[in-house]
Structure formats: structure tokens, C-alpha cells
């Protein structure tokens, strides 16, 4: 079996025979015969060792190629876990009531009355009010105040309007504890009444 030798070393083993070949071939020729002779077999082993040693050159490696910007996909940010507090408000406290007391029993109870009785002979009454305001402090209203003249007598007498404005203040535990009632005309008054009353005319009778 013959055994292949690597093209570096043929090619010299190549060149070396051929050197010795044309030494010894050029005792017995002409010197111009021997010189061609040479110049061809060391160019052929020039040629051979040139071309192994080629053969064996690393071939460098290719540089990555860079893909695009718009192909990448960003890094997902960094999530920061977040505690919500529930806010909490307090529910605002309910508005003052306008109570009325007869006999130690309460005969009404609320909030913007229209009509407030003050006697129980229709003498005193004011109605048709309208409330501009009733807040945590203080209500203010405005009616009519009907006066009786008592002309010709006061069972066929006639009533005649007047207005009247009716102002409640001073809450005590959510009850307005105090009254003022103000009416207008020729036997206009200002009344002040004070919750819960100790008689029948300290503060009102009815209201609706």
C-alpha cells in the first residue's frame, strides 16, 4: 500500500529529485540543455510547494451580519407592583330637622314645611313657604301671613295677605331650637319662639 504524503512534502521531495536528477544528467549533456532542463523541474517544484502552502491558508471567518433596529424587539419594562389605597370620605352629617312638640309628644318632624300653624284659631298662620336656604346652621323662609281686620266683626271678616318671612337657627343634636317669625302690614309682629316651648304659643302648633 502507498502512502500519500502531504502536498508540502511532495512538492519538496519533487524538487529535490528533480535537483539531483539534472545534476547528474547534466555531466553527460550539454550545458545549455542541462540549464533549461533544470530551470523547468525547480519551477515545477516552486510551483507545487506555492500552491500546498496556498491550499493551507485560514480562510478568515465573515463578519456577523447587524439586523436592522426596527426588526428588534424592545426589552418589556420593568413593572413596579403598586398598592392603591382606597380613598375613604366621611358622609357629610344630615341637616338640621324643624320639630314640633305638643303635650311632650312630637306632632311633626322635617325639613322644609310649607305651612307652619301658630294658634289654633287660624289667627296665626303662614304658608305657601318657600325655603331659600336650609343648611347645617340656619333655614330661611318666605310666605303669607294672613291678617284678619275683624270688619264688621271678626266671625265675617276677611283675611288679607301679607308676606312673612320665617328664620329657624341654633341646632341643638340636629332639632333648629330656635324661631323667628317675622310678619308684615298694619298689625305686623315679630315673633322669637324657643324649642321646645313651655306653652302653646312659645312655638308652633302643627306644621305640613
Known amino acids: 500500500m502507498i502512502k500519500r504524503l502531504p502536498a508540502v512534502e511532495m512538492a519538496g521531495a519533487l524538487y529535490a529529485a528533480g535537483v539531483a536528477a539534472v545534476t547528474a544528467w547534466g555531466r553527460n549533456r550539454k550545458r545549455h540543455r542541462t540549464k533549461k532542463l533544470l530551470t523547468l523541474v525547480i519551477g515545477a517544484g516552486l510551483a507545487l510547494t506555492l500552491g500546498a502552502c496556498g491550499s493551507g491558508t485560514p480562510v478568515k471567518a465573515a463578519a456577523p451580519t447587524k439586523v436592522p433596529d426596527q426588526y428588534l ?6 413593572t413596579t407592583a403598586t ?46 313657604i318657600t325655603w331659600s336656604s336650609w343648611t347645617a346652621t340656619q333655614a330661611v323662609g318666605s310666605g303669607t301671613w294672613e291678617y284678619e281686620n275683624c270688619i264688621p266683626d271678626c266671625a265675617s271678616s276677611t283675611h288679607v295677605p301679607y308676606p312673612a318671612t320665617i328664620t329657624l337657627s341654633d341646632p341643638i343634636n340636629g332639632v333648629f331650637y330656635n324661631m323667628t ?8 309682629f315679630t315673633n322669637n319662639y324657643a324649642y321646645p316651648g313651655n306653652s302653646i304659643s312659645e312655638w308652633a302648633l302643627g306644621a305640613s
Do not use: C, H, W
Open 73 to 78: 424587539t424592545p426589552p418589556a419594562p420593568a
Open 83 to 128: 398598592t392603591l389605597t382606597p380613598a375613604t370620605t366621611t358622609p357629610p352629617a344630615p341637616l338640621p330637622l324643624f320639630q314640633i312638640m305638643v303635650l311632650g309628644k312630637i306632632v311633626y318632624s322635617g325639613r322644609e314645611p310649607v305651612q307652619i300653624d301658630y294658634s289654633a284659631d287660624a289667627g296665626n298662620i303662614v304658608d305657601d
Open 181 to 188: 317669625e317675622t310678619t308684615s302690614g298694619p298689625q305686623g
